[in-house]
């Protein structure tokens, strides 16, 4: 799993306050359950391709952080992946 440090560098937040540390954390997380939930429980986290894919979802979830008037009614497609994954799970 990603830890904290390679999500800001990869991020290239240099300043980091608590409000940044808390969200970067969440993402991290939400990138980890994620992976586990299309890979497997045990993906290999050290491999640096889960890393890459890791850090891409940290980036995304970063960048979209917050929808604009403009883009209120749209849910871009890794927030509609999610949603569809959590469904199947609950119904196992």
């Known amino acids: ?8 560098d990869y991020l290239g937040i240099d300043a980091e306050d608590d409000m940044i540390i808390n969200n970067i ?7 980890d359950r994620h992976l586990k939930a299309a890979v ?3 993906y290999p986290a050290d491999d640096p391709r889960m890393k890459e894919v890791a850090l891409m979802i940290v ?3 970063y960048d979209h952080r917050a ?3 403009k883009e209120e009614n749209r849910i871009n497609s890794l ?3 999610y949603m569809r994954q959590i469904r199947l799970e609950m119904e196992e």
């Open 79 to 81: 927030a509609r992946l």
């Open 59 to 61: 980036s995304e979830l």
């Open 67 to 69: 929808l604009s008037a």
């Open 1 to 8: 799993m990603l830890n904290l440090r390679e999500a800001l």
């Open 25 to 31: 954390n969440r993402q991290i997380e939400v990138a």
């Open 40 to 42: 497997g429980d045990d």
